[in-house]
């Protein structure tokens, strides 16, 4: 890894070994940036405060050997990445201002690809992740993940009925809860479709009934003035002296007709008066029929009006005219069926909520079953692990239990608690020497034992689920003497199948590294190129001499030193 303007790093390049390798330094001399680095690289949280003061950015570029054919690779490849070699250029920029950028094989990539990859390729833990270690959550977690498909296989048949089951609980609920409401405008639905049927409007008929009642209401005048206008045009039979139109207009194409062949614009407006005639003729035909049919009866009169004011008192209700009546109508049949059907959706529901109990509980049972299986073998090789560790008379179980809930499901004969990870609860638990009792370890272990057992879980993990690369920082914390010695000497048996860097103060677990680093500031607080070194030969001496004793030049500290390193090369 190359590392620029992070922290107390100015530029650096971290080479770490292929095997075992253990970062040492004084206090606050930038160890744990080396940490941080390689967590920017896979996809960490960007801090903008990581930034150097007075930098514009902080870089950090690393070169990362994949496995030909493994998952990384694909994932990679599908992210546009291009492998050299078959290792992997991976980039990530932090801006002073916050920005983030990620490159992955020459390609800009989403951070959350880096993060992706990370779960494949790097084991990362420190003193956080073993607080994490004390949630039962987490506990959990690892027993699964150690377990391997005997338990996500069911859960995740589980996980998709828990989901069904909460989605149908939720729609069930809200029927059930609104029932009333739902009821009361079923009512007032039916009771407005039952006022429409009853009046059987027909489209467009109060527009018709409006037209009738405003010609039925002036049927007097109507009729006089379509008589006036006939005589006016036909005549009048009752006063043989009186002159009509029509009568007028044959006179005057009869005067046109004698002359039109002299002249064709004559006979063109005697051709005119002629199609007037017929018009007139037509028209004062048309008003005598008119006059004919017009009803003048009351009673016809009367029944509009009645017909009409049942109209109205729909459109006051329901819609603007009847068109708008009648859709309201077919909108509220159709709610209304589907309100009428809430009693089968209930019941329909309510069985299939009883049905996904019922598949959970089998599904719950079988997940008990794989873990509590899972838990025995997963305790007794994190014991044989302790017992490598200077423990040899810690005893690790799991306690995998449940907890009563009458509105659960059944497991083993007992109704009991069940959320989306199944009905267990599941507890590490430590006995540090024999007669002890067996203790969660948030309460039994002191932070040596803590730091132990995660060592413990991650290398039996390393047997079942292996990942490339394990990162430890100060893994070792709360821990000296015999037991840092044990832990270096298990850290260098991991580093056998896996690389394994560790960040660490003890000289004990530094003597079994492969390779040695020394991170070192400068006079000016920073720490540069030649601030991080391989330490070999008479160097590595004098850094575990100061790791154990303050003083490089000490020849007490140096023999202790060389003895350590002579104890590792012999393990090795």
């Given at each position: 890894?190359?590392?620029?303007?992070?922290?107390?790093?100015?530029?650096?390049?971290?080479?770490?070994?292929?095997?075992?390798?253990?970062?040492?330094?004084?206090?606050?001399?930038?160890?744990?940036?080396?940490?941080?680095?390689?967590?920017?690289?896979?996809?960490?949280?960007?801090?903008?405060?990581?930034?150097?003061?007075?930098?514009?950015?902080?870089?950090?570029?690393?070169?990362?050997?994949?496995?030909?054919?493994?998952?990384?690779?694909?994932?990679?490849?599908?992210?546009?990445?291009?492998?050299?070699?078959?290792?992997?250029?991976?980039?990530?920029?932090?801006?002073?201002?916050?920005?983030?950028?990620?490159?992955?094989?020459?390609?800009?990539?989403?951070?959350?690809?880096?993060?992706?990859?990370?779960?494949?390729?790097?084991?990362?833990?420190?003193?956080?992740?073993?607080?994490?270690?004390?949630?039962?959550?987490?506990?959990?977690?690892?027993?699964?993940?150690?377990?391997?498909?005997?338990?996500?296989?069911?859960?995740?048949?589980?996980?998709?009925?828990?989901?069904?089951?909460?989605?149908?609980?939720?729609?069930?609920?809200?029927?059930?809860?609104?029932?009333?409401?739902?009821?009361?405008?079923a009512d007032l639905l039916r009771f407005g479709l039952d006022e429409i049927a009853a009046v059987e409007p027909l489209p467009g008929e109060d527009a018709e009934l409006a037209a009738e009642a405003e010609r039925l209401?002036?049927?007097?005048?109507?009729?006089?003035?379509?008589?006036?206008?006939?005589?006016?045009?036909?005549?009048?039979?009752?006063?043989?002296?009186?002159?009509?139109?029509?009568?007028?207009?044959?006179?005057?194409?009869?005067?046109?007709?004698?002359?039109?062949?002299?002249?064709?614009?004559?006979?063109?407006?005697?051709?005119?008066?002629?199609?007037?005639?017929?018009?007139?003729?037509?028209?004062?035909?048309?008003?005598?029929?008119?006059?004919?049919?017009?009803?003048?009866?009351?009673?016809?009169?009367?029944?509009?009006?009645?017909?009409?004011?049942?109209?109205?008192?729909?459109?006051?209700?329901?819609?603007?005219?009847?068109?708008?009546?009648?859709?309201?109508?077919?909108?509220?049949?159709?709610?209304?069926?589907?309100?009428?059907?809430?009693?089968?959706?209930?019941?329909?529901?309510?069985?299939?909520?009883?049905?996904?109990?019922?598949?959970?509980?089998?599904?719950?049972?079988?997940?008990?079953?794989?873990?509590?299986?899972?838990?025995?073998?997963?305790?007794?090789?994190?014991?044989?692990?302790?017992?490598?560790?200077?423990?040899?008379?810690?005893?690790?179980?799991?306690?995998?239990?449940?907890?009563?809930?009458?509105?659960?499901?059944?497991?083993?004969?007992?109704?009991?608690?069940?959320?989306?990870?199944?009905?267990?609860?599941?507890?590490?638990?430590?006995?540090?020497?024999?007669?002890?009792?067996?203790?969660?370890?948030?309460?039994?272990?002191?932070?040596?034992?803590?730091?132990?057992?995660?060592?413990?879980?991650?290398?039996?993990?390393?047997?079942?689920?292996?990942?490339?690369?394990?990162?430890?920082?100060?893994?070792?914390?709360?821990?000296?003497?015999?037991?840092?010695?044990?832990?270096?000497?298990?850290?260098?048996?991991?580093?056998?199948?896996?690389?394994?860097?560790?960040?660490?103060?003890?000289?004990?677990?530094?003597?079994?590294?492969?390779?040695?680093?020394?991170?070192?500031?400068?006079?000016?607080?920073?720490?540069?190129?030649?601030?991080?070194?391989?330490?070999?030969?008479?160097?590595?001496?004098?850094?575990?001499?100061?790791?154990?004793?303050?003083?490089?030049?000490?020849?007490?500290?140096?023999?202790?030193?060389?003895?350590?390193?002579?104890?590792?090369?012999?393990?090795?």
């Amino acid at each position: 890894m190359r590392i620029r303007s992070l922290g107390v790093i100015d530029d650096a390049v971290v080479e770490l070994s292929p095997g075992f390798t253990a970062v040492t330094g004084e206090t606050g001399a930038g160890k744990t940036m080396v940490v941080t680095s390689l967590g920017l690289l896979l996809g960490g949280r960007a801090d903008p405060a990581l930034v150097r003061i007075g930098a514009k950015a902080a870089v950090v570029e690393g070169r990362i050997a994949l496995r030909p054919g493994s998952s990384a690779v694909l994932r990679a490849e599908e992210a546009g990445a291009e492998l050299d070699d078959g290792t992997l250029l991976v980039s990530r920029t932090v801006s002073a201002e916050g920005r983030s950028r990620a490159f992955l094989g020459g390609r800009s990539v989403p951070v959350g690809v880096l993060a992706e990859l990370a779960d494949e390729l790097v084991a990362v833990h420190g003193q956080t992740d073993q607080q994490g270690l004390l949630r039962p959550a987490r506990q959990r977690e690892a027993l699964d993940r150690y377990a391997g498909d005997a338990v996500a296989g069911p859960l995740a048949k589980y996980a998709g009925a828990y989901r069904r089951l909460r989605a149908v609980a939720v729609e069930l609920e809200e029927l059930i809860t609104r029932a009333r409401e739902r009821a009361q405008e079923a009512d007032l639905l039916r009771f407005g479709l039952d006022e429409i049927a009853a009046v059987e409007p027909l489209p467009g008929e109060d527009a018709e009934l409006a037209a009738e009642a405003e010609r039925l209401g002036h049927a007097e005048a109507l009729a006089s003035a379509a008589a006036l206008a006939h005589a006016a045009l036909a005549g009048n039979p009752e006063d043989p002296e009186s002159v009509d139109g029509a009568t007028l207009v044959a006179g005057a194409h009869r005067a046109l007709e004698s002359v039109r062949s002299h002249d064709p614009a004559l006979a063109a407006l005697a051709e005119r008066i002629g199609e007037v005639a017929i018009l007139l003729g037509d028209v004062a035909g048309e008003l005598a029929g008119y006059a004919d049919d017009l009803d003048a009866d009351p009673l016809r009169l009367a029944a509009v009006e009645e017909r009409r004011a049942a109209l109205t008192a729909l459109t006051r209700k329901y819609g603007e005219d009847i068109t708008a009546v009648l859709a309201w109508a077919q909108e509220g049949a159709a709610r209304l069926t589907e309100l009428d059907g809430d009693d089968d959706r209930i019941e329909q529901l309510t069985a299939e909520r009883d049905g996904l109990r019922g598949e959970l509980s089998l599904l719950a049972q079988e997940l008990t079953d794989a873990r509590t299986e899972a838990a025995a073998r997963f305790a007794e090789a994190v014991t044989a692990e302790l017992a490598s560790l200077a423990m040899p008379h810690a005893r690790v179980s799991f306690a995998v239990g449940q907890s009563e809930d009458p509105e659960g499901v059944e497991v083993g004969g007992r109704t009991v608690a069940y959320g989306p990870t199944g009905a267990d609860e599941v507890e590490l638990l430590l006995a540090p020497h024999p007669g002890a009792p067996a203790r969660p370890i948030a309460k039994g272990a002191s932070g040596g034992e803590l730091s132990r057992v995660m060592l413990a879980v991650e290398v039996v993990f390393a047997g079942t689920d292996p990942v490339p690369t394990y990162l430890f920082d100060e893994v070792d914390a709360g821990v000296g003497g015999k037991a840092a010695v044990e832990i270096g000497r298990r850290l260098a048996k991991l580093a056998k199948s896996a690389q394994v860097v560790v960040v660490t103060h003890l000289p004990q677990v530094a003597a079994f590294a492969d390779r040695q680093l020394l991170v070192e500031k400068t006079n000016d607080g920073t720490v540069t190129r030649s601030g991080v070194t391989v330490l070999e030969g008479e160097n590595r001496v004098r850094e575990l001499s100061r790791m154990l004793a303050g003083q490089e030049d000490s020849e007490t500290a140096r023999a202790h030193a060389e003895e350590l390193l002579a104890t590792a090369r012999a393990d090795g």
